[in-house]
């Protein structure tokens, strides 16, 4: 079955380990990790540098809480995003986590991640 064919229930369950390793590498600063489910696409965009440079100014990127909510799912064309109640344990107020996944060579990879 299809990424797009999954229910929002499916989609959430896929999601949430690649969201999990997201928010403590995340924390960590761990590169490697953090790249791990990204696609070829989100690779060639997201090289050492330039997120060592976001973790150094961005207190939100290196503080994200282990507690979120996924509150649902957008499907558009090859794409599905999951949003979620993201919360910080430095920063208060609640955030948007965004995470859109897509299928590349027949396993589930991460096409965007974002913090609003």
Known sequence: MSLLEKSDEEL????????????????????????KDFSSQMLYGANEVELGKQWANNDLISSLAENYKAFGCLRRGLY?????????????????????????????KVFGATIF
Request: no cysteine; net charge positive.
């Open 80 to 108: 599905v995003t999951i949003l979620y109640k993201q919360k910080s344990t430095k920063i208060s107020g609640d955030f948007l986590g965004r995470l859109v996944l897509g299928e590349e060579g027949g396993t589930v």
């Open 12 to 35: 959430i369950k896929i999601a949430e380990p690649i969201w999990n390793n997201l928010i403590k590498s995340s924390n960590i600063k761990d590169y490697g990790g953090f790249t």
